[in-house]
């Protein structure tokens, strides 16, 4: 990393207090709290990170309602209004609201936006959100999974329609749970490549299954690559075998990662087996790739990831592959049992879908 280089991280302290589920442990939407983002700066602070003259903090985007409504109808708006207001309410019934949920969930669309645009303009060379609550199962009319406001579709309709940004974007979700809210707002356009790793449920059958390639337009550029619950880091990482050459056909302009950690062994959400390890050989490979096809324009935007020991390092391992610094991960994930071996599952996966893919990219033919 140059010394001209910096890491812009976007970060409030309202993420760290505010939209608390009135709930307790174990129940679902428990897991979505301010300790997730508490726990992370409390870590940063004990390794003194704003110190590092190659990291600066950023604030979120102030911005009004009418930027909320190049995503979300009006009803749904004044819906998540009015029941911030009243202090208490059920959006879907994996959706809480609290008396700051609105004014929280708006500017977690205002630090995704900061992100992006910091990074479109070459004022950092890449970014990293830390916003809650997440935003990619939520959709135009509704909230849902823990999500209030689509974070990532909102931003990137704000570059579109405010600042005339209409070259080619990348969103690469690795959350352990398929962004049904995110893929439908581009699932008919070219312009935005969508590629998504998750855990699937192949015996109740799910949806974010390979034959969900787009429509129009965007056929073949809605890319699902779910894997078997149990996966590990030796497994993960297959899915470059078909996001790379698609990424150097495609040729985008920037790329969004919706950085989703719920894969992660401590997970009390998601099934999967992965350590830090992945997250930073994944961090490292797509900033690589982002280097070569889009002079590093990355941002990354934080979606799920429930394990208040596990998070934290977690974050700090992809920090660790933006300033291209060695990661040596916590000693207790050396201790992590062994898993069964998923990968003759994953392979199949990758050869249908290459299959399936090969009438769209010549990469793949």
């Given at each position: 990393m140059t010394e001209d280089q910096k890491i812009g991280i976007i970060i409030d302290v309202d993420f760290a207090r505010k939209h608390n589920p009135p709930y307790q442990h174990p129940i679902f939407l428990s897991y979505e709290n301010p300790l997730r983002i508490k726990a992370i700066l409390e870590y940063f602070k004990k390794i003194n990170l704003w110190e590092d003259h190659r990291i600066t903090k950023l604030q979120p985007k102030l911005m009004n309602e009418e930027i909320l409504n190049l995503a979300h109808t009006k009803y749904y708006i004044d819906t998540v209004v009015r029941l911030s207001d009243f202090g208490s309410?059920?959006?879907d019934e994996e959706v809480f609201i609290t008396k700051d949920t609105f004014s929280l969930a708006k500017k977690a669309v205002g630090g995704t936006i900061q992100a992006l645009e910091k990074v479109i303009?070459?004022?950092?060379?890449?970014?990293l959100a830390l916003v809650r609550p997440p935003g990619h199962h939520a959709l135009r009319e509704k909230g849902s999974g823990l999500c209030i406001f689509n974070n990532i579709a909102n931003s990137i309709l704000y570059l579109r329609k405010k600042l005339g940004y209409n070259k080619k974007i990348a969103i690469i979700d690795i959350d352990d749970h398929f962004g049904d809210g995110l893929v439908q707002y581009f699932y008919d356009d070219p312009n935005v490549l969508y590629f998504s790793v998750h855990e699937f449920d192949f015996l109740e059958n799910d949806i974010g299954f390979i034959?969900?390639?787009?429509?129009?337009?965007?056929?073949?550029?809605?890319i699902n690559f779910p894997v078997p619950e149990g996966i590990t880091d030796k497994e993960f990482l297959v899915f470059f075998n078909i996001l790379e050459p698609i990424l150097k056909e495609y040729t985008?302009?920037?790329?969004?990662?919706?950085?989703g950690f719920d894969m992660y062994f401590n997970d009390p959400i998601g099934n999967c087996f992965l350590t830090t390890i992945s997250y930073n050989k994944f961090a490292k490979k797509i900033l690589s790739i982002a280097e070569d096809l889009c002079e590093g324009k990355l941002a990354f935007i934080l979606e799920g990831g429930y394990s208040l020991i596990g998070l934290p390092f977690c974050v700090q391992a992809v920090l660790s592959s933006l300033l291209k610094e060695e990661y040596e991960p916590p000693l207790f994930e050396k201790f992590l049992f062994s898993s069964e071996s998923k990968m003759e599952e994953v392979l199949e996966i990758k050869l249908k879908l290459e299959s399936l893919l090969g009438n769209y990219w010549n990469c793949l033919k």
């Open positions: 309410g059920i959006l303009n070459k004022e950092v060379s890449q970014s034959n969900e390639l787009g429509e129009g337009e965007g056929l073949g550029k809605n985008p302009d920037l790329i969004i990662v919706a950085m």
